[in-house]
C-alpha cells in the first residue's frame, strides 16, 4: 500500500465546523486566488512534498498568508484554486534537518494554522508554524526504533486538545500513541497496539477512529478502549459493499458518518453510523485517470456541505466531489507529475518498495514477481525518461536520477532489470532513433508491454567491444540484414521482446577495395525469429534480474531498424553507456543511503561493554567514511545529471569517474555496513549480504573499472594535450575539462603563458583551504603529467602501472572538485546541512589531497618504477608456471 498524506480534524474548537478541519479565511466571497492559496496550500500539503530536483536547494518554504480572521464553515461551489501552489514547509529537498522533511504523511492544521506533519522518513513529528522557515521536532526524532522516545515511520497525527496531547499513528510499530504537547515530553505512551494502523480521526464526542490496513477496517475507540468497534470493513480484503481494500486516511463528520480512502480499491466510501455496508461516494469506476476515477485515493476532507476533496495521489491531482456528483473536478494538480508549482510528484515509488516487494524473496525465487513487475510497470518505472508524447513520464536526468536512488535502495536486482531496460536498452532509440522507430517503438516500451535489452558483449568481445564477431549481412533483395552470430551475459535476455544489438557489417572499402567490417547497431525485435535465449544464468548476486546468451541464427532484420547509421555502431554504444551511467552513479548513491541508516539505526541501539556501540571511535570513523564517499557520489551523480540536462555533452570522463567512484564506494560502505553489523550483519534477515553479493558486478559491468581507469587517465593526457581553449568555458561547472584544463595551466605557465582562474574564485570562502589543496593538487597533476608526457611520449598508454595511478589521482581531483562545488552551493542556498557538509568536505579533501602526493611521489620515484619492473617481471615467472611459484614450506 502507498499512502501519501492526508489531513485530519478533531472536533473541539469550532463546531459550527464539521470535524473542524481548520480552515480560516477572511471575507471569503471577496476571496481572489491570493486567499485561496491558503486552502490549496493546505491540500497542497495533503498530496506530499513537493520535489524539486532540478537543484541542489529545490526550494525554499514560502508563505503570503496573511494572518486568518474568520473561519469559513464551508466552501462555496464555485471556489477556485491559484494554481500554482507554494511550499509551506520543508521546501529543502529531502533530509532531517529541521528545514526538510522526508516523505511527509499525515497533516493536522491546527486553528492558528501551524501544521503537525507526520514526517514519515525521519520518524518524527514535526510542528511547522505559518511562515517559519523551520519545524519544530515535537515527537520521535531519536531515529527509527520501538522505544518509547522513538517512532518509526508515522503515518497520521492529530491534536487532542482535551488532553493537550498528539495522537500519532506509529505505523512502522504498529502503535497508536499519545505523546504530551507539555514541554519536556520525551516520550509517548501506547494508546493501541498490533495494529496496522494508516489514518486517524477523533469526532466531536472525542471517540478516536484508526484505520487498520492489514485487517481492511476502521474502528472506533473510545479513550482507555483498546479493542474499538469496526465501523468500517471487517470482512476481509475486498471490493464488495462490506469490504475495504488497504484503508488509508480517514476522515468523520458530525453523524459520525466515517469517509475512508479506500486505497486499493480507488474509491472513497462513506459508512453511516451503525450500518454494515458502505456506500461508494467516489470512483466508482475502477483506477483511472477520467473524472469518474481514482488511482489510489489518499488525504481526505469533507466540508459541511459534504463536498469531498481527495488527493487522487496516483494522478497527481487533487479532485473535488460535491455531493452526490457522478463525477469530479480536478481543483489543483493534474499536471502530470513533476516538481513545478502546479504539479505533485507523489513519493509512490519508495513506498511501493516498501509495500509490494520483498528484494530477499526475489532473490531466492532469482525472478521478479509478475505483480511486482506490474506494479513497477504501473508506476511508470519501465518510461521514466521517454517523453510524455511516447507516454513516458518525460524526466530530466535530474528527476530520474532521484527515482534511480529509490529503485537502488530497495532492490539491485530491479534497479539492473529497469536499468538494463531504459538506461541501455532502449536508450539508443532515444538518443539516435529515426522519428518512426520511435514512434514505434517507444510506447510500449514505456509502459513496460515490451523489455528492451542492449546486445554487446560476446564470448570474446568483452571490455574490446570493438572484437564482436557477430555479423549483419545484407540480403540480397537489400531489404534486410542476416544477423549471425551469439550474445553472452545479457541483462532482461531471457525476457526482453525488443534488443539494441551490435554486429559487424561485411562491406568493401571504396578506396582500398579491402574488406572490412563496420560495426552497426541494430533494433531487433524477438518477434523477428531468428533470436533465442539461453537459460537465465546462476549468478553471485542480482539474481532476481534474468541473465542470458542470446543467438541469432538468420536473424531477418529490416534495413529501416539500423539504428544510428551503418559503421556507427561503437559511437553508439559507447554514447549509451556513457548517457545511462548517472543512472547506475545515482542509484549507488541510494544503496548507501540506505546501508548508512541501517547500520546508524544499529550503532545506536547495539550495547557492548557496557555502551552502545556508536560511541566508540571505531564505529565513529567507519560512520563518518560511509557518509563521505555517499556525499561525494551523490555529489557526482546529481552534478552529472544536472549538467547533462543543461544541454552539456562532454561528459563521458566525469560519467566514468563516478562509475568507478560509485561502484567502488558502494562497495566499500556495504562491506562497512556488515562490519558494524557484526555477526548478524552475515546473516540473510538483515539483507545486506546480498546487497554485497549485488553490488559485486557493478565494478565489472558498464566497463570494467581498470579498463575505465585507463580510459580517464589517458584521456586526460589528451586534453591537456589538445583543450586548452575550452578552459574558460568550463570552469563553471566543475566538470572534468576543470582538472585537466587547470593542468594545462601549469603546463602554459611553463610555456610563459598566464594562468587562468583560481579555483577558490568559485568556492564559498570557508571552504577555501580546501580549495587550496585542490589548486595546489592540480597543480602537481599538471607538472606530474608534463614530465609523463615529456619522458614517455605517445607510448604512455603502455604504461599502465603509471596509468593506473594517473586515473586515481584524477578521481580525487575530481572528487575534491564536486564536493567543493556542492557545498557551496550549500553555503550559498542556506541548506542547514551546510557546516556539516564543510567538515566532511574538509576531511575529504585532506584525506584525497594526501592520497594525491603519495600517488605523484610514487610514480615519480625510481624505486616504484623498479618495483613495477619487478612485478612485470614475476607476473610472467607466475603465468608461465601456470601456477604460484614459492615452493611450498613443507617443500611439496
Ligand atoms: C551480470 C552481468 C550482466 C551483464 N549485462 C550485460 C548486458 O546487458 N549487455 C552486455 O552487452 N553485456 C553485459 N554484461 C557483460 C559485461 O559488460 C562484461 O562482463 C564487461 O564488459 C567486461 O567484459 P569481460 O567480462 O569479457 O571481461 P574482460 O574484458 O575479459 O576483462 C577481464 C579483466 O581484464 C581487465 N582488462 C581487460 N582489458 C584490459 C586492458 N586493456 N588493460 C587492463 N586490464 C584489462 C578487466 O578490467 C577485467 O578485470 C554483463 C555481465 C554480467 C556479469
Known sequence: MNHSKKKQANGVRHKQYSNQQQTHYSNYEELGDFNNLILHNRIFSIMGEPEDHNDWNPRLIENT??????????????????????????????????????????????????????????????????????????AGSHGQGNRLNQLNGPTDVLIDKEMDSL?????????????????????????IDNISCFGLAMDDQRYLYISDTDKHEVR????????????????????????????????????????????????????????????????????????????HPNGLFVDTLGTIYVADSWNNRVMRWPKGAKQGTVIVGGNGKGAGANQFKVPTASKFFEEKNNPTKNDQLEKIPNEVMNGLKEQGLFGIQIPVEYGGLGLTN?????????????????????????????????????????????????????????????????SDATSI????????DGQYYILNGTKIWISNGGIADIFTVFAQVPTIDDKTGQKQNKMTAFIVERKFGGLTNGRSEKKMGINASNTAQIFFEDCKVPVQNVLGGVGNGFKVAVNILNNGRFGMVAGLSGTMKMAIQKSINFAKNRRQFGRTID????????????????????????LLAQNMDR?????????????????????????????????????????????????????????????????????????????????????????????????????????????????????????????????????????????LLIKYGKAIRDEQFIIHRIGDITIDLYSMAVCLSRCTQSFQNQISSAIHESNLVRIWCEEAYERINNNINLIQNSAFIERTRLMSELSGEIIDKESTVPVHPLSF
Not at 469559513?72 to 491559484?82: G, H, L, S, T, V
Not at 506509529?170 to 515530553?185: A, E, L
Not at 532515444?430 to 554487446?456: C, V
Not at 571511535?617 to 557526482?636: A, C, D, F, P
Open 65 to 138: 498568508c496573511d494572518e486568518p480572521e474568520a473561519i469559513i464553515p464551508n466552501i462555496p461551489a464555485n471556489a477556485r484554486w491559484a494554481q500554482n501552489g507554494v511550499t509551506v514547509a520543508g521546501g529543502h529537498g529531502r533530509g532531517n534537518a529541521t528545514n526538510q522533511l522526508h516523505w511527509p504523511q499525515g497533516l493536522f492544521v491546527d486553528d492558528d494554522q501551524t501544521m503537525i506533519i507526520g514526517d514519515y522518513d525521519n520518524d518524527r513529528i514535526i510542528q511547522w508554524k505559518m511562515g517559519d522557515t523551520n519545524g519544530q521536532v515535537v
Open 167 to 191: 495522537i500519532i499513528c506509529d505505523y512502522g510499530n504498529r502503535q497508536v500513541i499519545r505523546w504530551s504537547r507539555h514541554s519536556g515530553t520525551t516520550q509517548g505512551q501506547i494508546l
Open 220 to 295: 472506533r475507540y473510545q479513550i482507555g478502549d483498546k479493542n474499538g468497534t469496526i465501523v468500517a470493513g471487517g470482512n476481509g480484503k475486498g471490493a464488495d459493499l462490506n469490504q475495504l481494500n488497504s484503508p488509508g486516511y480517514i476522515f468523520v463528520d458530525q453523524q459520525q458518518t466515517v469517509y475512508v480512502s479506500d486505497w486499493d480499491n480507488h474509491r472513497v466510501m462513506i459508512w453511516n453510523k451503525g450500518e454494515k455496508k458502505g456506500i461508494v461516494v467516489v470512483g466508482s469506476q475502477g483506477q483511472g485517470n477520467i473524472l469518474t476515477q481514482l488511482s
Open 398 to 462: 535530474t528527476q530520474a536520477a532521484c527515482l534511480f536512488e529509490i529503485i537502488s535502495a530497495h532492490d539491485l536486482s530491479i534497479s539492473i532489470c529497469t536499468g538494463a531496460h531504459q538506461s541501455i536498452g532502449f536508450k539508443g532509440i532515444l538518443l539516435f532513433g529515426t522519428d518512426t522507430q520511435k514512434r514505434k517503438y517507444l510506447p510500449k516500451l514505456a509502459t513496460g508491454e515490451h523489455i528492451a535489452a542492449f546486445a554487446l558483449t560476446e564470448p570474446t568481445a568483452g
Open 469 to 476: 564477431k557477430t555479423k549483419a549481412e545484407l540480403s540480397f
Open 615 to 638: 560511541t566508540y571511535g571505531n564505529i565513529q570513523e567507519k560512520l563518518v567514511r560511509m557518509e563521505m564517499r555517499q556525499y561525494v557520489t551523490e555529489s557526482i551523480a546529481f
Open 647 to 787: 544541454g552539456i555533452s562532454e561528459y563521458q570522463c566525469e560519467a566514468a569517474i563516478g562509475k568507478i567512484f560509485a561502484s567502488e564506494s558502494a562497495w566499500f560502505v556495504v562491506d562497512e555496513a556488515i562490519q558494524i553489523h557484526g555477526g548478524i550483519g552475515f546473516m540473510r534477515s538483515i539483507g545486506l549480504e546480498r546487497v554485497l553479493r549485488d553490488l559485486r558486478i557493478f565494478r565489472i559491468f558498464e566497463g570494467a573499472n581498470d579498463v575505465l581507469r585507463l580510459f580517464i587517465a589517458l584521456t586526460g593526457f589528451q586534453y591537456v594535450g589538445l583543450h586548452l581553449r575550452e578552459l574558460q568555458k568550463t570552469v563553471k561547472y566543475f566538470y572534468f575539462n576543470i582538472i585537466v584544463g587547470e593542468s594545462s595551466k601549469r603546463l602554459r605557465r611553463g610555456i610563459g603563458i598566464s594562468s587562468g582562474p583560481n579555483i577558490n574564485e568559485y568556492i564559498h570562502s570557508s571552504l577555501h583551504p580546501s580549495g587550496l589543496l585542490l589548486s595546489k593538487s592540480i597543480d602537481y597533476f599538471g607538472t606530474v603529467i608534463e614530465q
